[in-house]
């Protein structure tokens, strides 16, 4: 158990954050944004904008600055009079303040060439399209057997289709970027990313600058959920307003302004058929599954994707088509593909299981498998079934009425859910450094990122482990492109990515050491490219099992999670205090998805209705009273030296099924289309 290393720095006030960075002669940028929903920007008066006293600059398609390298999609800022959806950036100001720039930007008169934008995501949509690839690398369709006809002959048949909403991520920091262009053309950008690297090479590109040109700062990040897994829209407006006015200059997103232009999760309606044998063994599992993207740029979110790896069956197909709308392009959200995919897949075994009239934990059981069902490797380690038996022993599953419906307690219907939950335990190539200082200390640099994850404690953990150090004499330094290179904090990968690349570089330190370390110190790097090349084939990833107990209240239809419980196995756990908070914090985040989050696209005008964390509702204290997570000790040596897989997203994955499940069990009311709110339950309850 150890603390994280900066907790003290951070409630102090101490850990610098980017928007808070001390530079000298700063000024602000405000954005202007789309008013129209499709169409083209025929003016921009900005008249009435300079005339305000304080305003330096304002900048937009009318007048745009060059970006001089190659800016595509939705970092092409400013570079085209087409508005792709409402909310879109189209104009800044920058002003001696922020209350300036914000006025002055209100003050900016822009005339549109308007069409009715196309917004709705619907399965029957003309430009459906199969998308070449799915989010990162996974082709969009996979097939083995007959399905539709094994579905066809099967004895007990499951086909529902299950809609999820787009959601938002809403990370307590906003996307902020303090970017300096100084004179003799460098940038320094302080940035609140997953990734200093993928910033500094992004950026680079975007303003045609060589890499050295640019320094990305980022020790301390607020959250960011996968949506400052890539740079936003916002990093290019603060890079340009600097070089705009030869100043350094501040850009916070405002909180009204993220839910068009920080990225979202992609809304899905999703048709699951689960074929299986009247003992419940599975002999056809389909899952079609129809999104969205936007016209600047794809994203084709890998919903299905888990689906391939769950269960055995010999006859499957998997497929993802995409339709192109007239709305922000969606990113990366806790567990893309995984979230919404098994919300649908645990929801459909669920009904298989009533089907079946077999209990949902040993259907799954029954339905286990100890090869990758589509590509036959065997897995690294697959605990799933330990998980559930664990999970069912703990959380008390043996007292569990088998009918949905039954127990009451006064005016309160009470039910109890599982839902299994799987993430792949990525990894890629990364740099590191390990240097013995003269004084007896040592210094660990990456250009990793914590945001707000634990991932400096677990590589200071890792680090002090190999060096056999205490855990004080090391100095683990992140968050600065200037330090070796790094993935980003996404995928769950980081802790298995930049940790390997910690230990080569303290296995290698250790090597050189040899009696006293000279005055200057001493050096050593790794880099885990040509590791990584020779990994043994091996079908890696994570599985846990997610239990909840609900209530619903039968007058109301109030729904409240009363107590849940993960059960995980995720490798070895380096720090259990963080990674306790890891699970939790994406069961949480599960409760969300399953009760509350929702955005809410106005067909009319094509935006997403919701401006602030009073109308997008995310849990708060109150609504997770009883949230445990716990793991099994699981010894894997197909991953790393560590031995881990990742933590970050699996606590989310299965969490919104197995709400919905339990609301099931309690009701007897199946709601297909999240979040499952009182209106949509009250007219059968
Ligand atoms: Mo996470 S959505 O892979 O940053």
Not at 31 to 52: N, P
Not at 460 to 467: Q, Y
Not at 590 to 611: C, K, P, Q, T, W
Not at 670 to 684: E, F, G, N, S, W
Request: aromatic content about 6%; glycine content about 10%.
């Amino acid at each position: 158990m150890t603390e994280r290393l900066e907790s003290r720095a951070k409630v102090t006030g101490e850990a610098r954050y980017a928007f808070e960075y001390p530079v000298g002669n700063v000024a602000y940028a405000a954005a202007v944004q789309a008013s129209v929903g499709r169409g083209e920007v025929t003016s921009v008066d900005t008249e009435a904008a300079l005339r305000l006293p304080g305003v330096l600059a304002v900048l937009s398609c009318d007048d745009a600055p060059r970006l001089d390298g190659d800016a595509q999609g939705e970092l092409a800022l400013f570079q085209s009079r087409t508005v792709s959806y409402r909310g879109q950036f189209i104009a800044a100001v920058v002003g001696e303040t922020l209350e300036t720039a914000r006025e002055a930007a209100r003050l900016v008169q822009v005339e549109y060439a308007q069409e009715s934008p196309d917004v709705r995501l619907r399965t029957d949509h003309p430009g459906r399209y199969k998308p070449d690839k799915v989010n990162p690398v996974f082709p969009p369709d996979t097939g083995q057997g007959e399905p539709d006809t094994a579905f066809d002959d099967s004895a007990v048949r499951v086909d529902v289709t299950y809609t999820t909403p787009a959601e938002h991520n809403n990370p307590m920091e906003p996307h902020t970027t303090l970017a300096d262009w100084s004179e003799d053309g460098t940038l320094t950008l302080y940035d609140s990313t997953q990734g200093s690297s993928t910033v500094q090479s992004t950026i680079a590109r975007v303003f045609g600058l060589g890499k050295a040109q640019v320094r990305v700062v980022a020790p301390h990040v607020g959250g960011g959920f996968g949506s400052k897994g890539s740079p936003r829209p916002s990093v290019v407006l603060a890079a340009m307003a600097s070089r705009a006015t030869g100043r350094p200059v501040k850009f916070a997103v405002p909180r009204q302004q993220m839910f068009a232009t920080t990225g979202y999760r992609t809304p899905t309606i999703q048709r699951l058929k689960l074929g299986a044998d009247a003992e419940g063994h599975l002999n056809a599992i389909l899952h079609d599954v129809v999104e969205q993207t936007s016209t600047v740029q794809e994203f084709a979110e890998q919903t299905a994707t888990p689906t391939r790896v769950m269960y055995r069956a010999p006859n499957r197909r998997t497929s993802h088509r995409l339709v192109r709308l007239d709305v922000p392009t969606p990113s990366w959200m806790r567990a893309p593909g995984e979230t919404p995919g098994m919300y649908a897949l645990e929801s459909a075994m669920d009904e298989l299981a009533v089907a079946t009239g077999i209990d949902p934990i040993e259907l799954r059981i029954r339905n286990d498998t100890d090869r990758d069902p589509e590509s036959g490797l065997p897995f690294s380690s697959r605990n799933l079934v330990a998980c559930l038996r664990e999970g069912a022993d703990r959380f008390g599953w043996g007292g569990r009425d088998p009918m949905p419906g039954i127990r009451w307690e006064g005016r309160k219907r009470i039910g109890m859910g599982v839902a299994a939950s799987t993430y792949p335990a990525y990894m890629s190539p990364n740099q590191a450094t390990a240097r013995a200082e003269p004084d007896g200390t040592f210094t660990v640099r990456i250009a990793a990122a914590d945001i707000g994850t634990g991932a400096r404690t677990a590589l200071t953990l890792i680090a002090a482990e190999t060096l056999k150090e205490d855990l004080r004499n090391v100095n683990v330094e992140i968050g600065d492109s200037s330090f070796p290179k790094a993935t980003v904090a996404g995928g769950s990968s980081g802790t298995a990515s930049w940790g390997t690349a910690v230990v080569r570089a303290c296995e290698a330190l250790r090597g050189k050491l040899n009696g006293a370390v000279p005055p200057e110190g001493l050096e050593a790097s790794a880099d885990t490219a040509e590791e990584l090349k020779g990994r043994d084939e091996y079908a890696r990833h994570a599985f846990g099992a997610q239990f909840a107990e609900v209530e619903v209240d039968a007058d109301t239809g109030e729904i409240r999670v009363r107590r849940m419980l993960g059960v995980f196995a995720a490798g070895r756990i380096i720090n259990p205090m963080a990674a306790r908070s890891q699970f939790i914090g994406g069961m949480t985040m599960g409760i969300g998805m399953a009760l509350l989050e929702e955005s809410v696209m106005d067909e009319e005008f094509g935006d997403y209705l919701n401006r602030d964390l009073a109308q997008y509702h995310v849990p708060a204290c109150a609504d997770v009273r009883d949230v445990e997570a716990t793991w099994l000790e699981e010894s894997d040596p197909h991953l790393n030296p560590m031995g881990s897989k990742g933590i970050g997203e699996i606590g989310i994955v299965g969490a919104a099924a197995a709400v919905g499940n339990a609301v099931h069990h309690a009701t007897g009311i199946r709601i297909r289309a999240l979040p499952i709110t009182p209106a949509k339950l009250l007219p059968d309850l």
